[in-house]
């Protein structure tokens, strides 16, 4: 059995190199499998908490404004476009 290293074809021949890994069972193999995999799914956890917070103050804001757009549409004496207008501008304030 050939093994691979970064120096020995690795990067020459990755799809080769990542059946061989996933299909090995050894023990050394196995555990570097569900570090991987641990690795993998901490990477999606860091990313989701960063993205989180700024995800949850756009939700607000885009939440103000379309009360803000509810509440100007709900003026009968201006024409569409005015009700627009002053929708866009307050909104862009927030």
């Known amino acids: 059995m050939t093994r691979y290293s970064i120096k020995t074809g ?4 990755p799809r ?5 890994f996933m299909l090995r069972e050894s023990g050394a193999v ?6 991987l995999c641990a690795g ?9 908490t960063t993205i989180a917070g700024g995800a949850q103050i ?3 804001k885009q939440a103000r404004c ?4 509810g509440n100007v549409t709900n ?3 201006l024409d569409y476009q005015t ?7 307050r909104c862009g304030r927030l």
């Open 10 to 13: 690795a990067l020459r021949r």
């Open 16 to 20: 080769r190199f990542l059946r061989r």
């Open 30 to 35: 196995t555990v570097e499998w569900v570090v």
């Open 40 to 48: 993998i799914v901490g990477l999606g956890v860091a990313v989701q």
């Open 58 to 60: 756009e939700a607000q």
């Open 66 to 69: 379309m009360k803000i757009v």
């Open 75 to 77: 003026n009968d004496r």
């Open 83 to 89: 009700q627009l207008a002053r929708a866009a501008k």
